[in-house]
C-alpha cells in the first residue's frame, strides 16, 4: 500500500514538473501572447462594460493587489514564470480576449483560470489592466 | 430551535470554564488580529463544507483551516469535533490538501480519530458549462471520527452513539472517490457531488452525494479597500446524504441534511464561515452547525524554496 501511494505521489510529481515545463512566452503576429491569442475569434469585440469608469478601475487595482500581484508583482512587471501585464503581448489583446483568458486561464503553464470571482470583477481587472501600458 | 438553544448552553458552560477562557481569548485575538493582516491572496475557493466546487488552490498558495462541528446525538452525549486541513495547490490543475481530525463527546472523552489524505484534479484544461473535477482521497481513521465530512451508504446517527472508547478501537482505511461537476452563471456557483467510498477491509461500495450554491452579496467590487461591505459576504446552501450501497441502491433508510451557509470572505486571505445544518430523515442527526476560519497564504511554494 505505502508502495503505491510513494509511486502515484512520484507520478503526479513528474507530470506537474512536466507541465509547468509549457511555455507562455511565445506570441501571435499581432505580437499577442499565444495562450491569450488562443481566444475565440468571437472574443475580440467583447465590451468592457466598466471602461472609462474610474471607479471601476480603482475597484480593478484594488482587485488586482488581492489575487494577481502575487504572481505577476506590485508593479505588474511579472516574475519567473508570470508574465509582464505592461508587455505588448498582453496590452496588444483586446479586453474580450482578456476577459477570456481571465476566465480560462493556462493551467499547464501555472496560470489558474479565475471563473471563482464574479465576472463584472474580472471586467474591473481588465479595466485596470489596460491603464498599465 | 431546541437544540440551537442546547448548544448555545453547552458552549457558554464549557467558554466559562478557566482553560476554555484562554482558548477562547486566543481565537478572539486570532480573529480581531485577522483584520489586520496585509492584504494578499484572496481565494476564489467557495465556502462549502462537504461540497466542493471546481475551484482549485491557485498553484503556490497553502490554506490553512480550522474547522469544527457540532452535532446533537440522540442515544449519547452531543458532540464536537473540529478538524485542520492544509491545503496546497501544487499546480494550477492540482490541489492536495492533509486533514487532522479529533472530537469531544460530551460525558464521554476527547480523542484523536485520524488522517485524511485528499486529492483533486481537474481533466478539462478550460471552463465549459459543467466543469468535472476527480477527487481521490484517503482515510485512516477510526469509526469514532464524527466530522461528518461527507454522508455516504446507510449512515446514521447510531453510528455516532458507540462510547469512544469502543468506537476509537476500529480503524478504516477507506478510499474515497468523487466526481465533482460544477458552473459559474451570474456570480452563483452551482455544484454537485457523487461520492462512492470504499473500506479497503472487504465491505462494499457506498455511495452519497452533496449539492451546494452560493453567490456574493454584490458581484461588482467597490473601490476602496473594506472588510465588512456587501462584497466581502457568501451565502448559500448545501444539502448532502447517502444513497446506500453497491448492493442496495437507495434512498431509504438513509440519512440527509439540509444546511444553509454564511462566510465572511476578507481581502487579506482570511474566511470565516457558519453553517448550521438540519437533519430531514429519522436516521439524521437532528442538528449540526458547523463553523470555521481559513487563512490562504500567498506563495507559500515560492516562498518554502527561496529557502533552499
Given amino acids: 500500500m505505502r508502495r503505491l501511494v510513494i509511486c502515484s505521489a512520484l507520478l503526479f510529481a513528474s507530470l506537474a514538473a512536466a507541465a509547468s515545463a509549457s511555455h507562455i512566452h511565445t506570441s ?106 | ?85 492544509l491545503e496546497y495547490g501544487v499546480t494550477a490543475w492540482w490541489t492536495t490538501e492533509f486533514y487532522i481530525d479529533s472530537q469531544t463527546t460530551f460525558g464521554d472523552s476527547t480523542i484523536f480519530t485520524g488522517t485524511r489524505w485528499e486529492n483533486r484534479f481537474r481533466p478539462l484544461m478550460r471552463e465549459h458549462w459543467i466543469n468535472p473535477v476527480l477527487y481521490v482521497e484517503f482515510e485512516n481513521t477510526t469509526d469514532a471520527d464524527k466530522t461528518l465530512k461527507e454522508v455516504v451508504g446507510f449512515d446514521s446517527q447510531e453510528d455516532s452513539a458507540v462510547p469512544n472508547s469502543e468506537a476509537n478501537r476500529s480503524h478504516t482505511h477507506e478510499l474515497e472517490t468523487k466526481l465533482i461537476l460544477s458552473s ?10 457523487f461520492i462512492g467510498e470504499k473500506n479497503l477491509g472487504h465491505e462494499p461500495w457506498e455511495f452519497g452525494y452533496a449539492l451546494g450554491m452560493d453567490r456574493p452579496l454584490r458581484l461588482a467590487a467597490t473601490p476602496q479597500p473594506c472588510n465588512f461591505c456587501r462584497e466581502n459576504f457568501i451565502l448559500g446552501a448545501e444539502m448532502y446524504g447517502g444513497l446506500g450501497t453497491v448492493k442496495a441502491f437507495t434512498l431509504s433508510g438513509t440519512s440527509h441534511y439540509v444546511a444553509p451557509i454564511a462566510a465572511w470572505q476578507l481581502p487579506n486571505g482570511v474566511t470565516f464561515s457558519i453553517s448550521p445544518g438540519f437533519g430531514l430523515t429519522d436516521t439524521s442527526h437532528r442538528f449540526l452547525l458547523r463553523w470555521g476560519m481559513s487563512y490562504e497564504i500567498g506563495g507559500f511554494g515560492r516562498k518554502l524554496r527561496s529557502l533552499f
Fill in chain 1, 28 to 133: 501571435d503576429d499581432r505580437g499577442v501572447l499565444a495562450p491569450i491569442a488562443k481566444a475565440p475569434v468571437r472574443t475580440r469585440n467583447w465590451k468592457n462594460p466598466f471602461e472609462g469608469q474610474p471607479d471601476a478601475t480603482a475597484a480593478g487595482e484594488k482587485l488586482f493587489r488581492q489575487h494577481c500581484a502575487e504572481c505577476h508583482g506590485d508593479d505588474a512587471r511579472g516574475r519567473g514564470r508570470a508574465a509582464n501585464l505592461r508587455s505588448a503581448g498582453v496590452q496588444g489583446a483586446t479586453p474580450g480576449e482578456l476577459a477570456w483568458f481571465l476566465r480560462n486561464g493556462n493551467l499547464p503553464a501555472g496560470m489558474p483560470p479565475w471563473a471563482g470571482i464574479p465576472e463584472q470583477r474580472r471586467w474591473q481587472i481588465i479595466a485596470y489592466l489596460k491603464t498599465l501600458h
Fill in chain 2, 1 to 85: 430551535m431546541r437544540s440551537f438553544c442546547r448548544f448555545l448552553r453547552k458552549a457558554f458552560s464549557a467558554a466559562i470554564s478557566p482553560r476554555s477562557r484562554v482558548s477562547s481569548l486566543w481565537l478572539l485575538l486570532l480573529a480581531v488580529g485577522a483584520l489586520w493582516i496585509s492584504p494578499r491572496a484572496a481565494a476564489q475557493e467557495t465556502p462549502y463544507f462537504v461540497a466542493y466546487s471546481h475551484h482549485l488552490e491557485e498553484p503556490g498558495n497553502l490554506e490553512v483551516e480550522t474547522y469544527s462541528i457540532y452535532g446533537t446525538q440522540k442515544g449519547a452525549g452531543d458532540f464536537v469535533a473540529p478538524w485542520t486541513e
Fill in chain 2, 184 to 193: 459559474d452563471y451570474k456570480g452563483w456557483n452551482f455544484s454537485e457531488n
